[in-house]
């Protein structure tokens, strides 16, 4: 087994060609690692998978676009928690707008690799919007940023919930639903009226599961919040913060 570096990480592989050129985007949960080369084939773009084995870093999988196109730039930003992934690409045409952007939500099955779950795209969106410039997941929730949005940028949070519908039916309307009956729905979307437009608000983003004490009131139940945070910096050098929350 080869040792190489890959940027700044140290993987061992089986094969060099693997390791991306120069990784744009890391992530990693547990035992398993995303490294993203955005500008792999002429920019389509691909994600490097790798498992912790006890006692090295193994090349697992490459994850792609289902259909992949030339300058799309396929994962630009990468997160993961447990067996869920998520990919930006910002240079995707979604819903007939150039350049509008979205993410690509993977599920990690039994056997370790990689399946597609859904393309998540606002429910009103524009051209060159360049959403999945950022994006962050955790458990049924995934926030990311679309910071050239025409009002100064915005962020979406979308949750995982088990579809309501025939998903023969969602399908036909374009709603998309994995083998396990889910799907993800838009919940909020996170701006500020503060920002202006060119300020790219929610050039960056993170979300976290806090605990929340001053809801037990003396029960035994303890109360979990999800939180979405959304942050840039301004030309001002100002920070902006939006916060959403709700109780499950």
């Given at each position: 087994?080869?040792?190489?570096?890959?940027?700044?990480?140290?993987?061992?592989?089986?094969?060099f060609?693997?390791?991306?050129?120069?990784?744009?985007?890391?992530?990693?949960?547990?035992?398993?690692?995303?490294?993203?080369?955005?500008?792999?084939?002429?920019?389509?773009?691909?994600?490097?998978?790798?498992?912790?084995?006890?006692?090295?870093?193994?090349?697992?999988?490459?994850?792609?676009?289902?259909?992949?196109?030339a300058?799309?730039?396929?994962?630009?930003?990468?997160?993961?928690?447990?067996?869920?992934?998520?990919?930006?690409?910002?240079?995707?045409?979604?819903?007939?707008?150039?350049?509008?952007?979205?993410?690509?939500?993977?599920?990690?099955?039994?056997?370790?690799?990689?399946?597609?779950?859904?393309?998540?795209?606002?429910?009103?969106?524009?051209?060159e919007?360049?959403?999945?410039?950022?994006?962050?997941?955790?458990?049924?929730?995934?926030?990311?940023?679309?910071?050239?949005?025409?009002?100064?940028?915005?962020a979406?949070?979308?949750?995982?919930?088990?579809?309501?519908?025939?998903?023969?039916?969602?399908?036909?309307a374009?709603?998309?639903?994995?083998?396990?009956?889910?799907?993800?729905?838009?919940?909020?979307?996170?701006?500020?009226?503060?920002?202006?437009?060119?300020?790219?608000?929610g050039?960056?983003?993170?979300?976290?599961l806090?605990?929340?004490?001053?809801?037990?009131?003396?029960?035994?139940?303890?109360?979990?919040?999800?939180?979405?945070?959304?942050?840039?910096?301004?030309?001002?050098?100002?920070?902006?913060?939006?916060?959403?929350?709700?109780?499950?």
């Amino acid at each position: 087994m080869e040792q190489v570096h890959c940027g700044v990480h140290t993987v061992y592989l089986s094969n060099f060609s693997h390791c991306p050129p120069t990784p744009t985007a890391v992530d990693i949960s547990g035992d398993w690692a995303l490294l993203s080369s955005p500008s792999h084939d002429s920019n389509r773009g691909k994600v490097n998978v790798y498992y912790f084995t006890g006692w090295n870093w193994t090349f697992s999988s490459a994850i792609t676009a289902p259909n992949p196109i030339a300058g799309e730039r396929f994962g630009h930003a990468v997160s993961i928690h447990e067996e869920t992934a998520a990919v930006g690409v910002p240079l995707y045409n979604g819903k007939g707008h150039s350049d509008s952007g979205g993410v690509f939500m993977f599920y990690r099955a039994p056997r370790g690799e990689f399946q597609l779950q859904g393309i998540l795209v606002p429910n009103i969106t524009g051209p060159e919007w360049g959403c999945g410039q950022s994006v962050a997941v955790r458990d049924d929730y995934v926030v990311f940023g679309c910071p050239d949005e025409d009002e100064g940028g915005k962020a979406f949070l979308f949750q995982r919930v088990v579809a309501t519908v025939d998903p023969v039916a969602a399908a036909a309307a374009g709603v998309p639903v994995d083998e396990f009956h889910h799907t993800w729905t838009q919940t909020a979307e996170l701006h500020t009226p503060r920002v202006a437009n060119g300020e790219l608000f929610g050039w960056s983003v993170a979300i976290a599961l806090s605990y929340n004490p001053s809801d037990m009131w003396g029960t035994s139940c303890a109360s979990w919040m999800r939180r979405a945070c959304v942050h840039t910096v301004t030309h001002e050098g100002v920070w902006f913060v939006a916060v959403c929350s709700g109780e499950i």
